[in-house]
T-cell receptor, first 115, second 116 residues
Framework: AQSVTQLGSHVSVSEGALVLLRCNYS??????LFWYVQYPNQGLQLLLK??????LVKGINGFEAEFKKSETSFHLTKPSAHMSDAAEYFC?????????????FGKGTTLSVSS | DTGVSQDPRHKITKRGQNVTFRCDPI?????LYWYRQTLGQGPEFLTY????????KSRLLSDRFSAERPKGSFSTLEIQRTEQGDSAMYLC??????????????FGPGTRLLVL
């Protein structure tokens, strides 16, 4: 069975600082990995995803993530935080199984950005 | 592409009442998913449709929950005899339906349910 663990339910950074949100996964088969962002009272928006090929994935709004199989990790980074990055971030894993391609989400990390 | 829409956005009901939520997926998306999100948790998969066929429903939380997608377009999620524990955000997502695990799911804004 697949699972996702997001380390740190809340991360606080200053504007302009590095953002690092941690995600570790468990999967018995090669996983597909996703990062979604959720702004207050809104649905989830895809930031980026890893399927196959290049392990460093670039997404929207300057975010990127690196798939490290040996560490079973898919951490999300952004070199310089902006106030508008404050939101909830979810890491998810997907494999083809009886639930189709249902996503399995972590519990989320709330990112706060201070000026 | 107008995105996934959900109606209503908010619903307040009394315990024991039935509620129904609607989801309109992105046009021509074959797959439609329902998730539930409780406070402080990530979304939890409930069920999904390939066109009008409900291919997985064992994850529905109880027999009080049911979903339909009668013509392969919009879908409804019904909760009968609501309980306070049903209070949550109900999210709908759609995807093109190519059958691969790498395809992106597009989420709607959700319906927030409060059961008093």
């Amino acid at each position: 069975a697949q699972s996702v663990t997001q380390l740190g339910s809340h991360v606080s950074v200053s504007e302009g600082a590095l953002v690092l949100l941690r995600c570790n996964y468990s999967s018995s088969v090669p996983p597909y990995l996703f990062w979604y962002v959720q702004y207050p009272n809104q649905g989830l928006q895809l930031l980026l995803k890893y399927t196959t090929g290049a392990t460093l994935v670039k997404g929207i709004n300057g975010f990127e993530a690196e798939f490290k199989k040996s560490e079973t990790s898919f951490h999300l980074t952004k070199p310089s935080a902006h106030m508008s990055d404050a939101a909830e971030y979810f890491c998810a894993v997907s494999t083809l199984n009886q639930a189709g391609t249902a996503l399995i989400f972590g519990k989320g990390t709330t990112l706060s950005v201070s000026s | 592409d107008t995105g996934v829409s959900q109606d209503p956005r908010h619903k307040i009901t009394k315990r024991g009442q039935n509620v129904t939520f609607r989801c309109d997926p992105i046009s021509e998306h074959n797959r439609l998913y329902w998730y539930r999100q409780t406070l402080g948790q990530g979304p939890e998969f409930l069920t999904y449709f390939q066109n009008e066929a409900q291919l997985e429903k064992s994850r529905l939380l109880s027999d009080r929950f049911s979903a339909e997608r009668p013509k392969g377009s919009f879908s409804t999620l019904e909760i009968q005899r609501t309980e306070q524990g049903d209070s949550a955000m109900y999210l709908c997502a759609s995807s093109p339906g190519g059958g691969t695990a790498q395809e992106t799911q597009y989420f709607g804004p959700g319906t927030r349910l409060l059961v008093l």
